[in-house]
Structure formats: C-alpha cells, structure tokens
C-alpha cells in the first residue's frame, strides 16, 4: 500500500505528541470494524478476536516475530466471564422507556519505545558510605510510578530492600542520558539499564567483601544490610562498612549499567525490520447506557485486562488503568477541539467524578524474556482500547454505528434518526 501526502502551512493550533501516538485514533477504526464484521457474520466478539489474535512467535508484516511475551489471547480470556455476564445484565434491562443498554469490547498491541533512532538508556548505582544505595537515572516521573519502579529493581536485582534505596533522577550534573520518557518505555528500557547497574555494583560489592573477609566469592551473599559468607554467617561486613573501607583505599563502589535495545529500522524498500523490542497487549469491555430520547451516553462499567509482563509496582498499574480509562471515556464521549470554536473548557468538555464509571483492573502476567524481571511498559497502551469498546457498546446497545469521536448527543441523535430514515 502507497499513501501519499501533501503539506499545507495554515494558522491553525500547533499540534504535537499525545498520549498513544496515533494509536488510539487507528485502534478506533480498526476495532469498529472488527465489530461490524462480526455483527455481520453473527460471530462473539471475544471469539472472533481470539482467531484473528497475535500469538507468540507470530511473524509481523516487518518480518521479525511478536516476541513470547505477547497475551493477546489472555487478555480476551480473561475478559470472557465478564462480558457475558454484562451482556445477560444488558438483555435484561433493555428497552426500559427511552434507555438502551449495550455492552462493548475491543483490544490492542502496541510497540513498547520508538521507531525512530532509539537510543540505548543508561543508569548508574553506588553503595554509599551510610549503607544506603543511590540509583542515579535521567528518566523523570511525571505521574506514572516510574521512581518506585527503578528503585524496586535496584533492590531485587542488588539484594537489598527497597527502603534502602535511594533514587536521584533528572539532575544533567549527576545522572547519563536515559532516553525520553515516551512510548510507554521507561519500565522497560531504563529499567533494564537499573537491572544492569544492579548486577554491576553486586559483582564489585563481592569482590570488594571477598578481599575483607578472605573468602571466596561464590560463598557470598548480600543479605540484611551485610555481606555474609553463606557457609559460615559470622563472617560478615555491613555495607556501610564496605563502602567506607573501600573509599579509604581512594576508590568508589560504583558501577553503570547500558541496555540498547535490539531494533533495526525499517527498510523503505521492502517495509522489513524490527521497530520494536517487545509489545504489550490489552483488551477492555465497556457497559453503557444510551438514551434514545436525548442521544445521552453513559458509561456504567469498565472491565481492563492488560498484558503487563510482570507488575512491579500495583497501586501505580491500577492507577495508570483507571486513569487511562477516564481519559479514553474524554476522547469516546466529549472532547473535541474545533479552530475558532473551543476557546476553552467551556466548550472542551473533559470527564467529571459524575461520568466516571466502576473500574476493574485485571493484570494478565506472562513475564517478558527481555524485560527486567518480566516487566514491560502500560502507560500508553491502558488508554488505547477505551474508546472503541466505549463505541462498540453504543452500536450493540442502539443498533447504530458511529464512525467520528467524540459520539456527542448531538451525533448519537443523528444516527439514530439516519437509522430510522
């Protein structure tokens, strides 16, 4: 397939990066589709995207495979029972006065980083005089939970518990270039690049203990705040007292850590290369409510199963969920910005605590072979399926399908008169 393009400078609103890149707005369509298809053949949505899901191993069109991490497959799996279950709830309340109920489901895949030129992450730990270890990373958190992340790989790759470890990030006087915190990649990448530095600074922490012992290092183990010899536990050095032995001697405990990601650009020749290191996946399903009298849309219900690899840090997830969600209810149902027209959030009309609905979180964990300890991103993805399982809904719920966001009143109504004719 060729596209073509052409570029017209005009004084609309600049235009940038948002949350998804573009993900959101294609698994839109593609989803809508996907729904109609299986409307048309009388299909079950989950059944039909269970066929048609990637599988571990899948070769893509840029023919390099999905990775064994992918669970795509698991993600709809897991949202079976709620589905039909919603859907009995659905049938039964239907057609009380002017309300429609209707039950929606989509899923996605999303590459976790970037496409163009990525570059490789870096990290750096050290084991200070006070016992304490520092992770110095450039990555800053802007929300997401990524500082609770890189401090727990820190501990469970180092061996030493996560109070005990301190994080400084962002500061160019101390910490490497780590890459931008977009693409839901930060958990990933950089988080690799802790891992790295974690087992660098293990590696010299026991040999630096074996010479202060006298003992070998592969009887050694950091445990408790020391370092004790596994087959004789009174021989032992706190850490504390390592480090300030250490830098007696005028040298530092301290070590970095590299991940470069294995990716290759595509080749515009022949559209073949690896874009991507691994993928996350994510289905959601959607309970609405529609009003046939007021073209009114409210979402009563939402149920996330997302492929994380492994969750690092729980409360953070569910929060990424539950926000993304709120967000993808905004992008369904409201938000939209019109040249010369939306001059503020008079007429941008984002989700209250009024819309917000019930929201389950279910985490699908297969550990990703590449990621540190089985993680990978969630950031992006938790908003990508919202809004065509929001639409989806709307079309089980009204008999109509809606191909432009947001489905305002105005063109809930619209529809619902073009369907009537």
């Known amino acids: 397939m060729w596209l073509g393009g052409e570029a017209v400078y005009t004084n609309n609103t600049l235009a940038g990066a948002m949350r998804g890149f573009g993900a959101p707005q294609s698994t839109f369509a593609l989803e809508s589709l996907l729904d109609e298809v299986g409307t048309r053949l009388g299909?079950?949505?989950?059944?039909l995207r269970v066929r048609n899901a990637l599988r571990p191993g899948a070769v893509l069109a840029t023919g390099f495979p999905v990775g064994?991490?992918?669970?795509?497959?698991?993600?709809?799996?897991?949202?079976?029972?709620?589905?039909?279950?919603?859907?009995?709830?659905?049938?039964?309340?239907?057609?009380?006065?002017?309300?429609?109920?209707?039950?929606?489901?989509?899923?996605?895949?999303?590459?976790?980083?970037?496409?163009?030129?990525?570059?490789?992450s870096h990290a750096d730990m050290e084991l200070l005089p006070t016992g304490r270890v520092r992770v110095l990373a450039g990555a800053p958190d802007a929300g997401q939970g990524s500082d609770y992340v890189l401090r727990r790989v820190a501990a469970?790759?180092?061996?030493?518990?996560?109070?005990?470890?301190?994080?400084?990030?962002?500061?160019?006087?101390?910490?490497?270039?780590?890459?931008?915190?977009?693409?839901?990649?930060v958990t990933?990448?950089?988080?690799?690049?802790?891992?790295l530095a974690s087992g660098a600074l293990r590696r010299a922490i026991l040999e630096a203990a074996a010479q202060e012992l006298e003992a070998p290092t592969d009887i050694l183990e950091i445990r408790d705040g020391h370092v004790v010899a596994r087959e004789a536990p009174g021989r032992r050095i706190a850490l504390g007292e390592l480090a300030r032995r250490v830098e007696a001697r005028g040298a530092r405990l301290r070590e970095g850590g590299t991940w470069d990601p294995e990716?290759?650009?595509?080749?515009?020749?022949?559209?073949?290369?690896?874009?991507?290191?691994?993928?996350?996946?994510?289905?959601q399903m959607a309970e609405v409510e529609v009003s046939v009298r007021t073209g009114a849309v409210r979402v009563r219900r939402v149920v996330a199963a997302h492929d994380v690899g492994r969750v690092l840090n729980p409360v953070g997830a569910r929060g990424q969920v539950e926000g993304a969600v709120v967000m993808g209810l905004g992008f369904a149902l409201t938000e939209e910005f019109v040249p010369g027209v939306t001059r503020g959030f008079a007429q941008y009309r984002i989700p209250t605590t009024?819309?917000?609905?019930?929201?389950?979180?279910?985490?699908?964990?297969?550990?990703?072979?590449?990621?540190?300890?089985?993680?990978?991103?969630?950031?992006?993805?938790?908003?990508?399926?919202?809004?065509?399982?929001?639409?989806?809904a709307i079309a089980d719920a009204t008999g109509v399908r809606l191909t432009r966001l947001p489905a305002t009143r105005e063109r809930v109504l619209q529809a619902l008169a073009a369907a009537r004719g």
């Open 188 to 195: 990933f990448y950089v988080g690799n690049a802790v891992r």
């Open 263 to 283: 990716t290759c650009p595509l080749d515009p020749a022949t559209g073949l290369g690896r874009p991507y290191a691994t993928y996350a996946s994510a289905s």
């Open 156 to 185: 469970e790759a180092l061996g030493v518990s996560l109070p005990q470890v301190d994080l400084v990030r962002g500061d160019t006087d101390l910490t490497r270039d780590t890459g931008s915190c977009t693409g839901s990649r």
């Open 68 to 120: 064994e991490g992918t669970a795509v497959v698991e993600t709809l799996e897991a949202l079976r029972p709620h589905y039909d279950e919603a859907v009995r709830r659905a049938r039964a309340a239907r057609a009380r006065g002017d309300l429609r109920r209707g039950v929606g489901v989509a899923s996605m895949w999303f590459g976790i980083g970037t496409t163009t030129g990525e570059k490789p």
């Open 43 to 47: 299909i079950h949505p989950i059944d």
């Open 354 to 392: 009024h819309d917000v609905p019930e929201v389950e979180a279910i985490f699908v964990e297969r550990a990703d072979p590449k990621g540190p300890f089985g993680a990978k991103g969630l950031g992006e993805c938790a908003l990508i399926p919202t809004a065509p399982a929001i639409v989806n």
